[in-house]
T-cell receptor, first 112, second 115 residues
Framework: QKEVEQNSGPLSVPEGAIASLNCTYS??????FFWYRQYSGKSPELIMS????GDKEDGRFTAQLNKASQYVSLLIRDSQPSDSATYLC????????????FGTGTRLLVSP | GAVVSQHPSWVICKSGTSVKIECRSL??????MFWYRQFPKQSLMLMAT?????????EQGVEKDKFLINHASLTLSTLTVTSAHPEDSSFYIC???????????FGSGTRLTVV
């Protein structure tokens, strides 16, 4: 069974610190990986996508992918209280026809 | 971008009745739409994959006769919860990939409460 594993948290960091969120996946055939942020009672919103080994940066967010270790991470620099949410890691194929497999999510709490 | 419009955002229905949830891709064609359910403090659970013009593919344990999915056009997919019961109360979310988005775009979700 294809699985994506995340630590449920909560991960608590002070405002301004770097938050590091991690994810491992079991399906070596996964080609694309996504990080979503979900606020309580809302639907997920896409933060980052990553397809190749290495780092991908977008503003305060950096996604890292290591296919050999089957490991994906998300770094949030200069964390803000508004970043407090549940972060979902997901893995999928190359096309929109292929379903995503989601982890259970990591709850992040950023304290002022 | 890629926008998926989902309606209604919330609905309360009596036990035994049916509820229809609509998802529309507004600025792209969604050949495939995914339907999820999320219970409080739990992650997303994929219920089914909806393909335009063909029957939906249901995940193991999801009753296809209870959760009817219709994907009649490239921009509209519907989920009907038939004979709803209180245990069907949940947050239902649709998702599709397309447009200018690199990832899968989610609808805003439907909070279903069955009383």
């Amino acid at each position: 069974q294809k699985e994506v594993e995340q630590n449920s948290g909560p991960l608590s960091v002070p405002e301004g610190a770097i938050a590091s969120l991690n994810c491992t996946y079991s399906d070596r055939g996964s080609q694309s990986f996504f990080w979503y942020r979900q606020y309580s009672g809302k639907s997920p919103e896409l933060i980052m996508s990553i397809y190749s080994n290495g780092d991908k940066e977008d503003g305060r967010f950096t996604a890292q992918l290591n296919k050999a270790s089957q490991y994906v991470s998300l770094l949030i620099r200069d964390s803000q209280p508004s970043d407090s949410a549940t972060y979902l890691c997901a893995g999928g194929g190359n096309t929109g026809f292929q379903k995503l497999v989601f982890g259970t999510g990591t709850r992040l709490l950023v304290s002022p | 971008g890629a926008v998926v419009s989902q309606h209604p955002s919330w609905v309360i229905c009596k036990s035994g009745t049916s509820v229809k949830i609509e998802c529309r891709s507004l600025d792209f064609q969604a050949t495939t739409m995914f339907w999820y359910r999320q219970f409080p403090k739990q992650s997303l659970m994929l219920m089914a994959t909806s393909n335009e013009g063909s029957k939906a593919t249901y995940e193991q344990g999801v009753e296809k006769d209870k959760f009817l999915i219709n994907h009649a056009s490239l921009t509209l997919s519907t989920l009907t919860v038939t004979s709803a019961h209180p245990e069907d109360s949940s947050f239902y979310i649709c998702s599709a990939r397309g447009g200018n988005s690199e990832g899968y775009t989610f609808g805003s979700g439907t909070r279903l409460t069955v009383v």
